[in-house]
Every structure is written in structure tokens, then in C-alpha cells.
């Protein structure tokens, strides 16, 4: 066996016992009895432990010295050591008590959050908060060798960002979604869907939209959770929602959302299956691909004609005359408190609240015990209203209970890569609105898994768009999506 094929062997087992730390993450999200929560951090900080080893051991170090000048010269080998290599050095930079520690916490968090945004208690979660924070910014200062502590974390969901090309990109945002979110909230406002729309009912109907995505049933499924998401790769991915019986949407774009996610890890090749390659290559890559199936697909007007059609069969009269209106409703702009719930005009302007107060965190310059005051003066200056509860405000986001600090901005690169990709596949086939009209999306999800998923993490971040749509990613063929797309809602 050759130094190669031993070296891929071992992290081949890595990446199997990580699935198996996802899965456990996804039980406690779903089925796990909630008394359980102590025993679950448990089980999760000594696997991490056993992670943590796999991925600083000292073979693993021997393994690629060896692979210099000697290794396999194909783009795959070369991705895979350069991947590996990366692994390597963040684990050794990382003392194995202070992951465990965070392993354990974070599952700690998960539960103290859920239970306080339950009861609407902001105490309740702030020492698990504050706790947690420490524990992220020791790994930050561990990982950034002396250089900023927001870019090292940045760089554990999209490699290559940093700080200040983030700061620049919303700085080359916000004006013109501004501009737009005024001229939308002068315009008259579509009327909402009306009624009590059964739960039952609409997971039913969120089943058939994933499988009408193209997730693939055999190798997934949906359940239940307080925040959704997707989880796993390969073979067995798996997705969450919610409902809320006076507003199906929440349930319905939860469930194309996270298919977005989950199409991409089922698309990527499986030659890399349980490899460094083997999964979505960022989180921006990946929201590029969920916000894409959620927005340029599901919240368009031909695909909204179609799930017109198929609401009604289901749910009846909904309060709306015609497709054309139920298009208006999908995509009315409202100032809400909900990011997941916002409209593509505010969705932005959530994560730049985020993106800002969690620098500030890690920065040391705003204090845990300050966060929701902040949080809460922050948004009434950016969007005119009061926060009336904190599962409207602080408590609403999963995220940084789990320690995903860094996360919140790739929500935008997302939404910025998913204007390119769109553009680009409009121009390779055409406009889709007639196909989605009919509840066909397969030329514009097959696009996708050709040009970006089946790739894995082949190349780097913004290479896959790269490479994808002919030029170097830019703010430009979003804002004009935009543009056209709520001038239209608007007439």
C-alpha cells in the first residue's frame, strides 16, 4: 500500500466517525428526550476527543512530509493532501482540552437556548453565552497566530474570506438594498395569505416540494426541529423544518431551503464519498445553493404559479385571487422581526446586524451582558421597530449557541454567489419560468449539481464560482436580480 493509500485510509475513518458525531448532533435536535442533554455532551466531548487526536496525530504529520515531491500529482490527490494539510495544522494548534471543552459546551448551549428561547428568558442563556465566547476566543487567538481573531474563525466556514472584504461587501450592499427596501415600503403591499393551515397537511406538502428539488428520499429525511437545518453527506443527509399554522411558508421555503443544502451534499461526486473532498466546499458555496432553490426557483413567478395550484388543491381558498397575487404574497416586503422569514430585500440587513454585533463579541468590544440591548437598539435603528420579545431578537438564531461564530456572513456571500450562478445559468439555457410554471426544475437544479455540487470540495470557494459562471464573484448580478424581480412585485 502506498504512503497515499494509507494516509486516505486513516482520514477515511476521520471522516466516518465525524458523520457519526453529526448524526448524534441531529438526534439531539430531534428525537433526543430532552433530560438527556447532560449525557449528550457527554458522548460528544469524548468523541471530539477521539476527533481531535485523529486529526493532530503525529502520523498524519509523517504522512504528508512524506507526500512532498513524492505524492500523487493529480488535481484530486493534490486537493485531498492540501485539505488534509489544512486539517492537520488547525488541529495542532488547537489544544485537545480546549476542543473538547468546546464540544461539550456547545451541546450544553444547544439545550440551555432552546429552553430559553422557549421561555423568553434572556438571563437563562447569557452564562452559557459568555462562557462559550471565552472558549471561542481562546480558539480564535489559538488558530490566528497573532493575526485578527474574527478572520481565523471566518476561515472555518469560507477559507479565504476575511474581515475586510466582508466589511466591503455589505459596504457595496447596502446602499442599493436600501434604496430598494424604501421604494417597497411606499409601494402598496400584496395582501397575505388568510386561514389555519393544517400541520399535517403542510408536511405533507413539504415532502413533495423536496422530492420536486430533486432530494433524494432513499438517502434522507425530514423531521421536525425549533431551527431548521440540514445535516450529513454522502448517502445519508438529512433535513429539518418547522410549521406554524397561520403562515405555511415558514414551513414550505424552511424545507426548499434546507433541500438546497442537502441536494448538494447528495450531488457531490461520490468518488469522494468519506474523503476530505467528499462534502459542500464552504458554507457560502452552500448557501449559494439553498438560497438559490428557496429564491431564484421557489420565489419566483412561474414556480410560484405552480405551488399556487398545488396550496389550493390542498388547503383550498387562501385568500388570494389568482397565481399573480399569490406571487406577491411570496415575495411581499415587510419589516419583520425573523431572519429566516425575511423577504430578499431585508434578508441582508439581518446578517450585517449579526455579522457587526458578533465582532464586537469576539472583539471584546461589546460585553454578553450587554448583547440585547445592543441587539435590540441596533434593529430599531436599521429597521423602524421594537423588538417585542426575544424569540423575536436575540434568542431567534441557533447559531451562536453552537459556537458558529464567522457563520452569519456567508448567508450573504450565498446570497451573492447564488446572483452569479443564476445569471450564468439563465445565459447558458434560458429563462426556466415556463419549466418552473409547471413544477419542473430539473434543467435548473441539474445546471447546479454539473457546474457547482458534483465537485465537492475539488476547489476553493470562490473557484467553484469561478469557474461556474466565467468571472470572479461580484454584488452586481444580485442587486440586479433584485431590482427586476421586486419591480415586478411592485407593478
Known sequence: MSVYSEMMGFARETAALEQVAGRLGWDQETMMPRGAAPQRAEELSALEAVLHARRSDPQMADWLSAMEGEGPSDA???????????????????????????????????GVWAEARAGEDVAKFLPSLSHLIELKREEAAALASGGPLYDALLNDFERGATEADLTQLFADLRPRLVALRAAMLDAPQPHKLEGSFNETQQLALSQKLAETFGYDMAHGRIDKAVHPFSSGSGLDVRITTRTELS????????????????????????DYALSPLGGGVSMGVHESQSRFYENQIGRSAGFCAWLYDEMTA????????????????????????????ADEVHYNLHVLLRYDLERDLISGALDVADLEEAWNTRFEADFGRTVDKPSNGLLQDVHWSVGLFGYFPTYTLGNVYAGCLNAAMVADLGTQEASYAKGDVKAATDWMRRHVQVHGGLYEPRDVIARATGEAPSVAPLLDYLDEKFARVAG
Not at 486537493?79 to 450544553?108: F, Q
Not at 390542498?314 to 415575495?331: C, I, R, Y
Open 314 to 341: 390542498v388547503f383550498g381558498d387562501m385568500g388570494l385571487e389568482g397565481p399573480d397575487a399569490f406571487f406577491k404574497a411570496v415575495n411581499r416586503v415587510e419589516t419583520g422581526f425573523i431572519r429566516t422569514e
Open 247 to 270: 403562515d405555511p411558508f415558514n414551513c414550505l421555503y424552511s424545507t426548499i431551503h434546507e433541500v438546497g443544502h442537502a441536494c448538494y451534499e447528495q450531488g457531490v461526486s461520490q
Open 76 to 110: 484530486v490527490s493534490q486537493a485531498n493532501i492540501a485539505h488534509l494539510h489544512r486539517v492537520y495544522d488547525r488541529a495542532s494548534k488547537v489544544p485537545a482540552d480546549l476542543a473538547k471543552a468546546l464540544a461539550k459546551e456547545t451541546s450544553l448551549a444547544q
